[in-house]
């Protein structure tokens, strides 16, 4: 294994969507093995479920994100000032 794929399932394993979905998995587990408590295995699958999300969110390039939205917002107040000048 070389060094970069080291130190990146080091930093996989310790992010905060991998630790928080082991925490879900370990309410489910808990759950199951107590005699299914409902709440336990709920609030683990909701867990879970944040923990998918939260990675998602963390992988999306918020830069060009924010980038692409100032366009847009320039496009449009642009053409509300267009729109202005016509009815005059």
């Known amino acids: 294994?070389?060094?970069?794929?080291?130190?990146?399932l080091v930093s996989?394993?310790?992010?905060?969507?991998?630790?928080?979905?082991?925490v879900g998995v370990g309410c489910m587990v808990y759950g199951v093995a107590?005699?299914?408590?409902?709440?336990?295995f709920f609030f683990g699958v909701c867990i879970v479920l944040?923990?998918?999300?939260?990675?998602?969110?963390?992988?999306?390039?918020?830069?060009?994100?924010?980038?692409?939205?100032?366009q847009a917002r320039q496009a449009h107040e642009k053409r509300i000032a267009?729109?202005?000048e016509k009815r005059k």
């Open 50 to 70: 944040g923990s998918v999300g939260l990675y998602f969110i963390r992988k999306k390039d918020w830069d060009a994100h924010w980038a692409e939205m100032e």
């Open 34 to 40: 107590e005699g299914f408590k409902v709440m336990q």
């Open 82 to 84: 267009e729109e202005a």
């Open 1 to 8: 294994m070389a060094d970069n794929e080291k130190q990146s």
């Open 12 to 22: 996989l394993i310790f992010s905060a969507p991998f630790l928080l979905g082991l």
